[in-house]
């Protein structure tokens, strides 16, 4: 097998092939290498098409059906950014093209929409500079914390924890553990919020910084956001925006103005771009111009000429974090879909998604419980610990709403609500969708007071009804042909 590059490639930090090795021969070892043809399934192609068509006809996703999911923010992925993106010039770009000598030439139109990504996503959130690199919400985080450091490092700071709200999604103290930081959890307090007296006892030098999101996971903005950046900055802290809740503020105010040293966003939730099993998503985060020298490598840069170039010349960054450009395509619909709502659409996906929820929570207060009963943000948590209490679990409410033809909201998150159900409506749906799965719950709740027994029963449609998930997760098989039929 030859290496795909004959010519020269310029070394640049990141790409893996040093140039001496270029066009060489590679011999994989025989240990590596198939020895019969590996045994596949013989299907036409129509029976193939049928198994997939039908495996997908099983799949809930927004384009079929209500997707409420919670801190998820699963709204529809407009037709129109698709199309932007699979322009042959975008879908089939080579990554390694901007690699080759001279090659910035071909990959004009690309740099422009991550440079002017950048830009927009700086003005909708008040930050100087961006990375467009990370590659979910989760990988901006370990990127924000990994400038947290470097930051520190470079004044010769000595921190040593990161201070993090107990309704904080679980990916906030991975990535701070993972950047090497312990944690310091604070309560709520009655209201739903970091309890400010509490962070005071524990604030000291010795802070890192603070991560926060706001509105948070109860779908309660913190008021006195101005206050906890001043206390934290008091003591060369620096202030981390878990971006996932932007949905809800869009347009109206912007973390930079709350007093966010470095915010991810999740162009997969707020941007309308698609969600998967894990990915295809895009985590870039933002950062006040004391961190920017900080950013990952490599950066779009602009020339006097108006052309534009991949700049690794950052002596003090964290270096290399994703390759290329990121995950390129969902950053073109991101860029496609602010394009497309400019400034007042923006803020009207805000304002609707707001709307929406309180309409919700307004709506079903008369029948489920409400932990924080206060106007809320894009989301509204309920907690079914009455129900549970007659042997009906936010799980079971949960499975009987797959049956009504509902994809469930997220249950038992966040974890300061007991038996939580988090709906999240977002902004896409018409009050006719949002309509029918309030008369779902309601009935839902009815079918409790009468029946509880039969909730251990749903969901009835489903070709699986409740896989058993510790042991899945235990005892995990991934293998198809292992299994025996
Ligand atoms: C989704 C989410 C994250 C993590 O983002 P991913 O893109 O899933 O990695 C972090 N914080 C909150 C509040 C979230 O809802």
């Known amino acids: 097998m030859k290496l795909i590059f004959e010519k020269s490639i310029p070394e640049r930090p990141g790409f893996q092939v040093p140039r001496s090795d270029v066009g060489k021969k590679v011999k994989i070892d025989k240990k590596y290498t198939r020895s019969e043809s590996a045994s596949l399934p013989e299907v036409s192609e129509l029976d193939c098409v049928r198994h997939f068509t039908q495996l997908s006809q099983r799949n809930y996703s927004v384009d079929t059906h209500f997707y409420p999911l919670g801190s998820c923010t699963m709204k529809y992925n407009p037709r129109f950014t698709e199309n932007i993106a699979n322009i042959r010039g975008f879908a089939c770009l080579h990554p390694l093209l901007a690699q080759l000598p001279n090659g910035d030439h071909l990959t004009q139109g690309a740099l422009q929409i991550l440079y002017e990504t950048e830009q927009s996503l700086c003005e909708i959130t008040g930050m100087d500079?961006?990375?467009?690199?990370?590659?979910?919400?989760?990988?901006?985080?370990?990127?924000?914390?990994?400038?947290?450091?470097?930051?520190?490092?470079?004044?010769?700071?000595?921190?040593?924890?990161?201070?993090?709200?107990?309704?904080?999604?679980?990916?906030?103290?991975?990535?701070?553990?993972?950047?090497?930081?312990?944690?310091?959890?604070?309560?709520?307090?009655?209201?739903?919020?970091?309890?400010?007296?509490?962070?005071?006892?524990?604030?000291?030098?010795?802070?890192?910084?603070?991560?926060?999101?706001?509105?948070?996971?109860?779908?309660?903005?913190?008021?006195?956001?101005?206050?906890?950046?001043?206390?934290?900055?008091?003591?060369?802290?620096?202030?981390?925006?878990?971006?996932?809740?932007?949905?809800?503020?869009?347009?109206?105010?912007?973390?930079?103005?709350?007093?966010?040293?470095?915010?991810?966003?999740?162009?997969?939730?707020?941007?309308?771009?698609?969600?998967?099993?894990?990915?295809?998503?895009?985590?870039?985060?933002?950062?006040?111009?004391?961190?920017?020298?900080?950013?990952?490598?490599?950066?779009?840069?602009?020339?006097?000429?108006?052309?534009?170039?991949?700049?690794?010349?950052?002596?003090?960054?964290?270096?290399?974090?994703?390759?290329?450009?990121?995950?390129?395509?969902?950053?073109?619909?991101?860029?496609?879909?602010?394009?497309?709502?400019?400034?007042?659409?923006?803020?009207?996906?805000?304002?609707?998604?707001?709307?929406?929820?309180?309409?919700?929570?307004?709506?079903?207060?008369?029948?489920?419980?409400?932990?924080?009963?206060?106007?809320?943000?894009?989301?509204?948590?309920?907690?079914?610990?009455?129900?549970?209490?007659?042997?009906?679990?936010?799980i079971d409410i949960a499975k009987y709403l797959i049956d009504k033809g509902f994809h469930p909201p997220t249950v038992y998150f966040p974890l300061t609500v007991k038996e939580a159900i988090m709906i999240e409506p977002t902004e896409t749906e018409s009050k006719q969708a949002i309509d029918g799965f309030i008369e779902a719950m309601i009935e839902a709740h009815d079918l409790i007071k009468k029946k509880p027994e039969v909730f251990k029963e749903f969901p009835q449609s489903t070709p699986i009804s409740r896989p058993d998930e510790v042991k899945a997760a235990r005892e995990l098989n991934a293998n198809y042909f292992n299994k025996k039929l």
């Open 129 to 394: 500079n961006y990375t467009m690199q990370p590659l979910a919400g989760a990988h901006g985080e370990l990127t924000g914390v990994m400038m947290m450091a470097a930051y520190h490092k470079s004044k010769g700071n000595k921190k040593k924890y990161i201070i993090i709200p107990d309704s904080a999604h679980g990916t906030n103290p991975a990535s701070a553990a993972i950047a090497g930081y312990t944690t310091i959890s604070i309560p709520s307090n009655a209201e739903g919020v970091m309890d400010i007296d509490k962070l005071k006892e524990k604030l000291t030098g010795d802070a890192a910084g603070l991560m926060l999101t706001n509105p948070n996971t109860h779908g309660i903005f913190n008021n006195q956001i101005s206050e906890i950046a001043e206390l934290v900055h008091a003591v060369d802290g620096l202030m981390y925006y878990d971006g996932a809740n932007l949905n809800a503020i869009l347009g109206r105010c912007r973390p930079g103005d709350m007093g966010f040293d470095i915010v991810h966003l999740n162009l997969h939730k707020t941007f309308a771009t698609p969600h998967g099993g894990g990915g295809p998503g895009a985590g870039p985060v933002g950062v006040k111009k004391e961190l920017s020298p900080f950013l990952p490598i490599s950066r779009v840069g602009k020339k006097g000429d108006g052309s534009y170039y991949l700049n690794y010349d950052y002596p003090q960054s964290i270096g290399y974090i994703a390759a290329f450009y990121g995950n390129f395509s969902i950053i073109v619909r991101a860029y496609a879909y602010i394009m497309l709502l400019g400034q007042q659409g923006l803020q009207e996906v805000g304002d609707h998604a707001v709307l929406n929820a309180n309409y919700i929570k307004e709506r079903l207060k008369k029948y489920f419980k409400l932990k924080y009963d206060r106007t809320c943000m894009h989301e509204v948590v309920f907690s079914a610990a009455p129900e549970a209490q007659k042997g009906v679990h936010a």
